[in-house]
Nanobody, 125 residues
Framework: VQLQASGGGLVQAGGSLRLSCTAS????????LGWFRQAPGKEREFVAAISWSASYTNYADSVRGRFTISRDNAKNTVYLQMNSLKPEDTAVYYCAARAGRFSTTNSREVMYDYWGQGTLVTVSS
């Protein structure tokens, strides 16, 4: 099972990026998915999560209103649309998946069983 994250890059403050994470090896259409990030010198933190049905989403306070998580189960892919980016959003972004079927959103790392390799987002001021 692999989660492949992509879409990171260098962007100016106020700009936008869309991250994608595609799973291979199994389907995650019945599983909750999430995005986490780790800034230099800091611990990894929760960014956003989406339930298996996409009926529920959850966001960190620092990104609510600027980031949107979505999923396309037909493509086994989860997205993170990031708008109004700030320098403090600079980090390596990781996608993650919960193993349990019909799982709900969760902000805790320990609740996720599969992790992607990360994609770097750099926001310049």
């Amino acid at each position: 099972v692999q989660l492949q994250a992509s879409g990171g890059g260098l962007v100016q403050a106020g700009g936008s990026l869309r991250l994608s994470c595609t799973a291979s090896g199994r389907t995650f259409s019945n599983n909750a998915l999430g995005w986490f990030r780790q800034a230099p010198g800091k611990e990894r933190e929760f960014v956003a999560a989406i339930s298996w049905s996409a009926s529920y989403t959850n966001y960190a306070d620092s990104v609510r209103g600027r980031f949107t998580i979505s999923r396309d189960n037909a493509k086994n892919t989860v997205y993170l649309q990031m708008n109004s980016l700030k320098p403090e959003d600079t980090a390596v972004y990781y996608c993650a998946a919960r193993a349990g079927r019909f799982s709900t959103t969760n902000s805790r790392e320990v609740m996720y069983d599969y992790w992607g390799q990360g994609t770097l987002v750099t926001v310049s001021s």
